[in-house]
């Protein structure tokens, strides 16, 4: 059965707009790729961060909404983690 997440993620300010595009696009795919599916998502666009995070002070913003086999959820926070342009990310049940 699958269930609805929100994910917000931020992605590093090194990296153009363009390319922080087909970096969410990969996460997305991923999340097809597993059974999930996509319902929407926000590009928020480069933002100044509240505080510092791994030395930068802005970052490219989106959340995704989705749903997914809860199983499945780490294998996408895995994805998250390992991925250098990812700087910081969270994922939210939604009922």
Known sequence: MLKKYENMIIL??????????????????????????????????????????QDFNEGYYFVNYFNLDPQKVSEYERTLRINENVIRYNILTKS
Not at 24 to 31: A, G, P, R, V
């Open 12 to 53: 590093s300010p090194t990296i153009n707009e363009d390319i922080s595009k087909e970096e969410n696009e990969k996460l997305l795919s991923f999340i097809k790729k597993k059974g999930g599916e996509v319902i929407e998502t926000d590009e928020l666009g480069k933002r100044t961060l509240a505080y510092e995070i």
